[in-house]
């Protein structure tokens, strides 16, 4: 049996992992757009503040893992279609036959229509160790920061750049609550006061419709009364579906040839507490 991986994060990993328990005869190949993979995303914060020494500390999948399992890793090769009908995909210009197929397609930031980006000193925030060592160089460079958003990677960058000894940090989002999407009202004032008490300046319900540069600052205006040397934008996220979308398997959870629905229940939610707000005690 030959299965073919799209995609090379945690959970197409953890699949190649077990395929290969299951099976020591299949043949497995694993392809990912990006130049490295393995890596532990929620590890990301402590490399940028210093706690872990390099980002080989944040990796959990290691050449050694591929090596032993037998599994077949494509680096910068991008899977542009899937063809169903002849089980075959095409990554790289090749085409790759296959009996199962997996789509780990992760997701990728959407930024709102803002007035005034121009991508200077400006950082969207995501999961991914090419993002994160462009970061790395950029926050020795200046001492302030306003942080667009105010869920999970905000609040671990807000904490980053306190352990990097910055004196100005604005978390600014639109929403009324840090991390909406997790606590409720209650639970969210607890962290908000937390916050507050590390010195970061809180700035919710904010409009944000435009970002303005004076000299090596951006300044976000009106209400918001946000400055900093750098701009991180942490967004909301958008699927990487469109090979899936084309190939007709939106929304859906491939096995084999078969489709089916997870149901809401059975969706896997994952949450990493710690720093600003994970030390509630």
Known sequence: MRVCIVGGGGGANNAANVIRRLDKEAQIDLFDKRSEIGHEPCEIPYVLSGFLPSWQD?????????????????????????????????AGGESYSYDKAILDLSSTPTIPPVQGLDGRNEFVLDTSLSTARTLEKAIPRH?????????????????VLQARNYDRIYLVGRADRVLRAYLDKDMAEIVKARIEQR??????SAQINSIKSRKSKKVIPARTRARGGLSLIRYWFQAQCRTGQESGHQGKRIRGHRRERIPPKQR??????????????
């Open 268 to 281: 896997p939610k994952y949450l990493c507490y710690r720093g600003l707000h994970g030390e509630l005690g």
């Open 143 to 159: 001492s302030s920061a306003a942080i667009v958003g105010v869920g999970q990677i905000a609040l671990d960058i807000a904490e």
């Open 199 to 204: 010195g970061i300046e809180l700035i919710l």
């Open 58 to 90: 944040s990796f959990v999948f290691r050449p050694k893992f591929y090596n032993e399992r037998n599994i077949n890793v494509h680096l910068n090769t991008e899977v542009t279609d899937i063809i169903t009908e002849e089980k075959r995909l095409i």
